[in-house]
């Protein structure tokens, strides 16, 4: 066992030994990080080592409350004996079984499950491995939909600005964040366009739940089936509510413009509730809470608690049912992953699904709404905070950048709040905030009280 392996085995309230330091290991440098700054990390690296309910806990054995249930997933919290329990089952009777013309007990389980929480409609699900693939693999049936149906010449794509929707080349190509894109401009797909994105901080700063300005601007799909023609777009994908961007919320009208003019020409439409799902907004989904209905959902991330890595899309009937019209035993659809359904995942999502029925998360968004929102726009008026969003238990406290130094101001947020005990995201100069679902009015309150001191 490594030396920082053995170490983070150990008791928390154990601090480092041996003389070892999380500045000099040099262990540390063998692990390229994702989306981070390694340079600057490695220098004063932040480590968790253990996780319980809402709370984190450094190696030093300090307390860190999870303000972003871990990176948007945790939502049942962290440590539920259920899931380990379900996990270790699965491990000691069958540990991986191939998804290429087999199948296994748990994973038309899951499969059944998540239908039956997802809107009318929508009652068949491709299981992936992450958000990521979610995205890929609905972009792939989509184009294949429209060729299978004869319409050949659909095969344009339309994403969002500002939009994320993972780091494959699906994703980036569909997705709106330049930092994302920029280095793979030239290699992404063909025939991509974008929609306006809806932040709108001139008429909806501070806006409690949905903004009243901007059903408008989904109109903007109008100019792209005006500009490309109908007959050669595929789809369009957005997420509900904007999340990795800093929780861009849909105007009120703007979904239900973009689920009627897609009808109107035809056009799939993808909803990427990869953050929404599973409860965030008060509803099982987006889709649900919003009343518009996809006609695919990318999922992830709280599909099983993010104990095991698993995404999934859910498809309507009558997209599967098209793909059923082959010669007997032929292969429907050429695409799949080596973990898809894989055993593991499926009982974790099958005791986190348990969880959520049980405790009745998928719902304590919408009771603990009222009590989030205040406390989200109590933070109105301390200095340069210049937006503050909410919507269930999810928020962004949106702050004045520092001239010059973007990113930088929202960042010595993110540090200091860590130093006193508190986990939060930020994208940019905007604080995001998606606790686990298991949350208080206390936990509230501290995280609230924590960001107002530091701000």
């Known amino acids: 066992m490594s030396r920082i392996s053995a170490f983070l085995a150990m008791s928390v309230n154990f601090p480092y030994h041996l003389g070892m330091t999380p500045e000099t290991d040099p262990q540390l440098d063998a692990l390229w990080m994702p989306f981070t700054a390694n340079r600057q990390f490695k220098q004063a ?21 999870d303000g972003a249930a871990g990176l948007w997933c945790v939502n049942a919290g962290h440590g ?6 379900a ?6 009777t ?3 079984a191939p998804p290429f013309q087999m199948g296994h007990g748990p994973g038309f389980e899951l499969a059944a499950e998540v239908a039956a929480l997802c809107p009318p409609g929508l009652n068949r699900v491709f299981f992936t491995n992450s958000g990521s693939e979610a995205v890929d693999t609905a972009l792939k049936i989509a184009l294949a939909y429209h060729r299978i149906k004869g319409d050949a010449s659909r095969t344009r794509l339309i994403g969002r600005e500002r939009a994320y929707h993972g780091v494959g080349f699906g994703g980036i190509s569909v997705g709106g964040i330049v930092a994302n894109r920029k280095v793979w401009a030239g290699s992404m797909l063909p025939g991509v366009d974008h929609l306006r994105h809806t932040h709108d901080l001139s008429r909806n700063a501070f806006s409690r739940g949905q903004p009243v300005h901007g059903a408008e601007l989904a109109d903007d799909l109008e100019r792209l089936v005006a500009l490309h023609d109908a007959s050669t777009i595929a789809a369009v994908i957005v997420e509900p509510v904007a999340g990795s961007t800093g929780v861009l919320l849909p105007p009120k009208g703007y979904l239900e413009r973009l689920r009627a003019i897609c009808d109107r020409h035809g056009i799939l439409l993808i909803f990427d509730e990869v953050i929404t799902g599973f409860g965030r907004t008060g509803a099982p989904f987006a889709a649900q809470e919003f009343g518009v209905t996809p006609d695919l959902i990318t999922m992830a991330k709280g599909l099983t608690n993010g104990c095991v890595p698993m995404g999934a899309v859910a498809v309507k009937q009558s997209i599967h049912d098209a793909f059923m019209q082959g010669p007997p035993g032929a292969i429907e659809l050429f695409h799949g992953y080596t973990y898809s359904a894989h055993p593991l995942a499926c009982a974790a999502g099958l005791a986190t699904l348990d969880i959520y029925r049980r405790e009745g998360l998928l719902t304590r968004a919408k009771e603990l709404s009222g009590v989030w929102e205040d406390a989200v726009h109590s ?8 937006d503050a969003r909410n919507y269930g238990l999810i928020a962004s406290i949106e702050l004045e950048p520092i001239p ?3 990113g930088a101001r ?3 947020v993110f540090l200091e709040c860590f130093e006193r005990g508190l986990l939060i995201r930020t994208t940019g100069d905007i604080i995001a905030l998606s606790p686990p679902l298991i949350i208080e009015p206390a936990h509230i309150d501290e995280i609230f009280g924590t960001l107002a001191s530091v701000l």
Do not use: N, S, W
């Open 94 to 96: 069958m540990d991986y």
């Open 87 to 92: 996990v270790t089952r699965q491990l000691e």
């Open 410 to 412: 929202a960042f010595e």
């Open 404 to 406: 010059g130094k973007p």
């Open 379 to 386: 933070l109105r008026g301390r200095p340069h905070v210049i």
């Open 80 to 85: 539920r004996a259920e899931i380990t329990a």
């Open 45 to 65: 690296p932040r480590l968790l080592a253990r996780a319980r309910g809402m709370e984190y806990f450094t190696p030093e054995g300090r307390r860190v409350l």
